[in-house]
């Protein structure tokens, strides 16, 4: 084992998942690079999860029990207090890496990066796998960040643990729990840190079933939150509030396109999105889907 100061802190915040996160862990002890610190961010979870930090013997393995209140927020930024590295890496309990993924961050942020990111395979419930490769780093910039929308996975990300201090964390609203991390994403984007996009597979992101309505709509309010948090500070000219209109509409679209097993709903997210812009494309094709499996649905009974 490596002692003294780790040069990477990885943070992992966790309820009521000690198989998964007996993997995620798993995963971390299987680096090539050694020299890091895990910090368990535990919100006093009812399941084995003691058990399993415990079982792994591994002083580099820290476990932080802490009441979040059911925002996840909390738990990362109490990971990045207690964090001792020069870096932070961030992993959500449902995730694992592979084993060079620390290695290659690191050598990135040696060569000057403060901020990597690198892509995932993303594995459905139903086991369908997709690879999916974030960035490029011109999407990294704070106006295309806001105005695009989110290029970024948490548990794909790597970052200076002294740029993360100075935005102050993840803002923990409950307003915009589901999309904090896209909001820390704008607030380091506007420190105009240097980005790089490993265009590598090194983890896994594991996307549990939850189509619902209600995560859907959710989610979508409190990415609106966001933007509007955000477009407080731009100018206030028409041309800006035109492109405001846009970047909400295609969040509505976002939502609607989600939605494919809720005609209804889908199509009220389309209407909205077209009431704001009607410059989002996208929208007329999926609307000619969704009418379509709608008379089919309609033959069917």
Request: glycine share 2%; charged share 30%.
């Given at each position: 084992m490596i002692l003294g100061q780790p040069t990477i802190s990885v943070v992992i915040p966790t309820f009521n998942h000690a198989k998964l996160l007996k993997r995620a862990l798993a995963s971390v002890v299987a680096q090539t690079f050694e020299n890091w610190e895990a910090l368990v961010?535990?919100?006093?979870?009812?399941d084995t999860t003691i058990e399993v930090v415990e079982s792994f013997k591994d002083t580099r393995i820290k476990l932080i029990n802490f009441k979040n209140n059911g925002v996840i927020a909390a738990s990362?930024?109490?990971?990045i207090e207690a964090a001792q590295g020069r870096f932070v890496a961030?992993?959500?309990?449902?995730?694992?890496?592979?084993p060079k993924k620390l290695e290659k961050c690191l050598a990135s942020a040696e060569g000057g990066a403060q901020f990597v990111c690198h892509g995932e395979l993303w594995i459905?419930?139903?086991?369908?796998?997709?690879?999916i490769m974030y960035g490029p780093a011109k999407r990294s910039s704070y106006e295309?960040?806001?105005?695009r929308g989110n290029c970024i996975s948490t548990s794909a990300t790597f970052i200076e643990t002294k740029l993360l201090r100075s935005v102050n964390g993840f803002d923990e609203s409950e307003l915009i729990v589901t999309a904090e991390d896209y909001d820390l994403w704008l607030r380091v984007a506007?420190?105009?840190?240097?980005?790089?996009?490993?265009?590598?597979?090194l983890g896994e992101f594991h996307r549990l079933a939850n189509s619902a309505s209600s995560a859907v709509l959710r989610n979508l309010s409190s990415e609106m939150v966001v933007l509007r948090k955000h477009f407080l500070q731009r100018p206030?000219?028409?041309?800006?509030?035109?492109?405001?209109r846009h970047r909400l509409a295609i969040a509505e679209y976002g939502a609607g396109r989600q939605l494919n097993n809720q005609p209804s709903e889908a199509l009220r997210r389309f209407m909205k999105s077209m009431g704001l812009s009607p410059f989002v494309f996208k929208i007329y094709p999926a609307l000619l889907i969704l009418?379509?499996?709608?008379l089919s649905r309609n033959k069917q009974r």
């Open positions: 961010v535990n919100n006093f979870s009812t990362r930024n109490r990971g961030f992993l959500d309990s449902d995730d694992n890496w592979y459905n419930s139903d086991l369908s796998t997709r690879e295309s960040l806001l105005f506007a420190k105009r840190p240097t980005v790089v996009f490993i265009p590598e597979v206030n000219s028409l041309k800006e509030k035109i492109r405001q009418f379509i499996r709608s």
